[in-house]
């Protein structure tokens, strides 16, 4: 089993930066790939970030490339999605979420992760 705990949220005006981080806590981090998703009132989850599970490929929403950045440090068992240049229509919860693989992938579909956070809410004001 794998725990995940999001934070980093919060309100911010559009153009600002948030960095969101996710903890996990359970097994060991370096076997996992990672993904960040985001669920925006009355809309389904979408991809937004993943990471392969040694931080050396990464993928993005073409809504966010050029935005966001996520990486991983495998000693602290955190991912991270630093996002800057925010727009109101970035506002959602963002849940961060784990698959355990062998392989060296990236995942962008919300029904490969085997783990999922309660998310944070991420507010961008106009």
């Known amino acids: 089993q794998v725990q995940l705990v999001e934070s980093g949220g919060g309100l911010v005006q559009a153009g600002g930066s948030l960095r969101l981080s996710c903890a996990a806590s359970g097994r060991t981090f370096s076997g996992y790939a990672m993904g960040w998703f985001r669920q925006a009132p009355g809309k389904e989850r979408e991809f937004v970030a993943a990471v392969n599970r040694d931080g050396g490929s990464a993928s993005y929403a073409d809504s966010v490339k050029g935005r966001f950045t996520i990486s991983i440090n495998n000693a602290k068992n955190t991912v991270y999605l630093q996002t800057i240049s925010l727009k109101p229509e970035d506002t959602a919860v963002y849940y961060c979420?784990?698959?355990?693989?062998?392989?060296?992938?990236?995942?962008?579909?919300?029904?490969?992760?085997?783990?999922w956070g309660q998310g944070t809410q991420v507010t961008v004001s106009s």
């Open positions: 979420a784990a698959k355990r693989t062998y392989y060296m992938s990236t995942y962008r579909t919300a029904n490969d992760y085997d783990y």
